[in-house]
T-cell receptor
Framework: DTGVSQDPRHKITKRGQNVTFRCDPI?????LYWYRQTLGQGPEFLTY????????KSRLLSDRFSAERPKGSFSTLEIQRTEQGDSAMYLC??????????????FGAGTRLSVL | AQKITQTQPGMFVQEKEAVTLDCTYD???????LFWYKQPSSGEMIFLIY??????QNATEGRYSLNFQKARKSANLVISASQLGDSAMYFC?????????????FGSGTRLLVRP
């Protein structure tokens, strides 16, 4: 039973560099979410995919952020020209969309980004 | 606007005793879902329990139960027979039924420490 996996678990980068994170959802799940969590806060929604289509983006997702899910399976989140304010935990979640089902989102362990 | 409020930044409980973690929510939707997640120091968000707004009975999952009081807009988590492994951050979250993305709105969390 494979859960949501995220890679890398930790990333340290210098300001101005680009970083890319990967998320592999639970295999049969067609919905995939990205959240950001800063210290002492709950996760905040960034963006959402149903299959390969990116259907919603939060205002938190500036132009420096881009997410893809090319074949409706794994997803990548890229941050260009990182800033110190991007330091956070980036969490990926997946769920199975079945009408009015609970749509329980299952989360990965996250990627912790530190921008120096 | 949708909002989740967790007023207890930190809680202590003695091992084997029960503890209640508070959560209130604000929504104008009739259809919504309420979730509790546990986040250990490792970072992964672990789904605990779900309550739908139309569910007439309070949800239970093992040692977890959700005290749902719709008129008061509260969804408190009760953990019975606390164990040392229950020490973690606990987040209450809401998903509105009218929002097709089913994104979750999280509270700021409660840190629970179980004393031996």
């Amino acid at each position: 039973d494979t859960g949501v996996s995220q890679d890398p678990r930790h990333k340290i980068t210098k300001r101005g560099q680009n970083v890319t994170f990967r998320c592999d959802p639970i295999s049969e799940h067609n919905r995939l979410y990205w959240y950001r969590q800063t210290l002492g806060q709950g996760p905040e929604f960034l963006t959402y995919f149903q299959n390969e289509a990116q259907l919603e983006k939060s205002r938190l997702l500036s132009d420096r952020f881009s997410a893809e899910r090319p074949k409706g399976s794994f997803s990548t989140l890229e941050i260009q020209r990182t800033e110190q304010g991007d330091s956070a935990m980036y969490l990926c979640a997946s769920s199975l969309a079945t009408g009015v089902a609970k749509n329980i989102q299952y989360f990965g362990a996250g990627t912790r980004l530190s921008v120096l | 606007a949708q909002k989740i409020t967790q007023t207890q930044p930190g809680m202590f409980v003695q091992e084997k005793e029960a503890v209640t973690l508070d959560c209130t929510y604000d929504t104008s939707d009739q259809s919504y879902g309420l979730f509790w997640y546990k986040q250990p120091s490792s970072g992964e968000m672990i789904f605990l329990i779900y309550q739908g707004s139309y569910d007439e009975q309070n949800a239970t999952e093992g040692r977890y139960s959700l005290n749902f009081q719709k008129a008061r807009k509260s969804a408190n988590l009760v953990i019975s027979a606390s164990q040392l492994g229950d020490s973690a951050m606990y987040f209450c979250a809401m998903r509105e039924g009218q929002d097709s993305s089913y994104k979750l709105i999280f509270g700021s969390g409660t840190r629970l420490l179980v004393r031996p």
